[in-house]
């Protein structure tokens, strides 16, 4: 039973970091198995380290947007809803999660279009200049928001965003309320409960949101593909480099990135507490 | 005050949720085919009549029936034994299996895919139906072990014990007394596993050979939109499709959610 997780998949991850030694004969295109640095040392060129570099801050940027929406929401859901609206909400922020990956992302394409849904708001609220403002920024603008960085950042925020909500949600209802209410009659002011008691306790639901958030865009190729400019990430490069390239080795090296980013960070939120509030 | 303040909050977060999908369904009326203009200049209900013509997109309906039928088959029954072994018995390296379990949800789906794609490889298993259906396996077993492991974590052990003190055997045992209670909670798990596998694309650009899956097909619109009113039907299609399993396996596991207990 086990041996299908044993031998398939863990086999497969391992003949994966053997590839990552390898490296690909330029002249036959075949893959020599030498073991060798080659692919390692591929890693550092400029290119590659500034779409690693890239992809890593999109990583950090969308896990904090994703933390300051989820937050308001996943609160809202463990202290305030009740009965039918609490059920309400809990199943409006399933259906997304579980929905259509692809569905959602063709929404987006229809909304962020230049003749699209936001671009028609922007007109009638005659905020055109706002969202010319944004799109004439450097780094993150391009000539219409699906061709532009912010409108791969905003899809990302969306596709994640109730693998945020769902465990925050989860660590602020274990909060019994004694404690909030010892809390208050200490003489806290809200504001105060919430940054030394709520916040805390809800921390390792925010790690364990995270680390879907986190690990999601890292490994995402096709948002990017689809929205936004054309600069690479690191998913795009890993497929590209196996497709298109056939140089499996080269996408095992830079996959293991990734790999190692998230193993560090599922250690730190591991010691956060962060797998109980899965 | 404050708590208005935080619903406004909550309400407009859920919005920021389902307003591209509502959106998706509006543009499958649309009249326009050429581009994605808004507001659409008017609403029509011919496309669903030229997307129920199209060949390409029924077979790759199908085909994703099939293999997500097959997947749900085999997570069902790995993921079953997985969640009885973990649930209680505690034995060396469990901690390192229950953590094995969680790699294929927690690590990129690229990196399944690719690692598969290359274990494939290794192995010389050419791509076929049933790599996909083993690729889409590896994460759905988790689903269905999720689902079975918080419902067996809240059966009575007293059931249990009782069965084995009146004389039934292990096999009786979960014949009569673990499989009827865990029912709903392994039916929820299968269709969630179920949803999961139909529009599951990342593992399948890595396992997949010649075949399209209806993911597959809707990547390619979207890449290289071709037919804009067909896209924009199968979307709804999809949209319909997986609600509805997703709703049911909800109303199964009600009682298991943490919210609830």
């Known amino acids: 039973m086990l041996l299908w997780f044993g031998v398939i998949y863990l086999g497969s991850l391992f003949a994966l970091l053997a590839n990552a030694f390898f490296r690909l004969d330029d002249f036959t295109g075949q893959v020599v198995r030498e073991v060798g640095f080659s692919n390692f040392v591929a890693l550092l060129e400029p290119a590659n380290l500034d779409s690693a570099r890239r992809t890593i801050v999109m990583a950090i940027a969308v896990t904090l947007a994703c933390t300051v929406l989820a937050f308001p929401l996943a609160y809202y859901m463990a202290r305030h809803a009740r009965g039918a609206q609490k059920a309400a909400l809990y199943i409006a922020v399933m259906l997304p999660l579980w929905s259509s990956y692809l569905v959602r992302l063709y929404a987006w394409k229809l909304l962020l279009a230049k003749e699209g849904a936001i671009s028609w708001l922007a007109q009638q609220l ?150 109980d509030a899965l | 005050m404050r708590s208005n303040w935080l619903r406004w909050c909550a309400w407009a977060v859920v919005l920021f949720l389902h307003i591209p999908l509502a959106l998706i369904v509006l543009y499958a009326f649309s009249a326009e085919d050429k581009s994605y203009v808004f507001p659409p200049p008017a609403l029509t209900t011919q496309w669903f009549a030229v997307a129920w013509e199209r060949e390409d997109v029924w077979a790759a309906i199908k085909l994703s029936f099939q293999v997500a039928a097959c997947s749900t088959a085999v997570a069902l029954v790995l993921g079953t034994l997985a969640a009885a072994a973990l649930a209680r018995a505690s034995f060396f390296g469990r901690d390192v299996i229950s953590l094995l379990l969680i790699l294929p949800i927690a690590l990129p789906g690229i990196i399944t895919g690719i690692a598969l794609r290359s274990g494939l490889h290794t192995l010389e298993i050419p791509f076929s139906f049933w790599t996909i259906v083993i690729g889409h396996a590896t994460f759905c077993v988790v689903v269905v072990f999720n689902n079975a492991v918080a419902r067996l974590r809240r059966l009575n052990p007293n059931l249990i014990e009782a069965s084995m003190d009146l004389g039934a055997d292990g096999f009786q045992t979960v014949r009569y007394i673990i499989l009827p209670q865990m ?40 890449i290289r939109p071709r037919q804009r009113p067909v896209t924009n039907v199968v979307a709804v299609v999809i949209i319909a499709l997986t609600f509805i399993p997703i709703l049911v396996a909800y109303l199964l596991t009600r009682a298991d959610e943490p919210g609830h207990r």
């Open chain 2, 183 to 222: 029912g709903s909670a392994l039916l929820a798990g299968a269709l969630l596993a179920f949803a999961l596998s139909f529009d599951e694309v990342i593992v399948t650009t890595f396992t997949a050979g010649q075949q399209t899956t209806l993911p597959l097909w809707m990547l390619q619109e979207l």
């Open chain 1, 126 to 275: 005659h905020a055109q200049w706002l969202l010319d403002l944004l799109l004439s920024t450097p780094a993150i603008g391009g000539p219409s928001l699906s061709f532009s960085t912010l409108g791969t950042f905003i899809v990302f925020v969306y596709m994640w965003l109730p693998f945020m909500v769902l465990p925050i949600m989860a660590a602020i209802e274990r909060i019994p309320s004694s404690t909030l209410e010892a809390s208050a009659d200490l003489g806290a002011r809200p504001a105060q409960t919430f940054r030394s008691v709520i916040l805390p306790l809800a921390l390792p639901g925010v790690a364990a949101g995270s680390i879907f958030t986190f690990s999601l865009t890292l490994g995402d190729f096709i948002i990017p593909q689809v929205i936004g400019d054309s600069t690479l990430y690191i998913g795009q490069i890993v497929y590209r480099q196996q497709g298109v390239a056939g140089n499996i080795p080269f996408a095992a090296a830079f996959s293991l990135v990734p790999i190692v980013v998230i193993g560090v960070y599922l250690w730190l939120a591991k010691r956060k507490g962060a797998f």
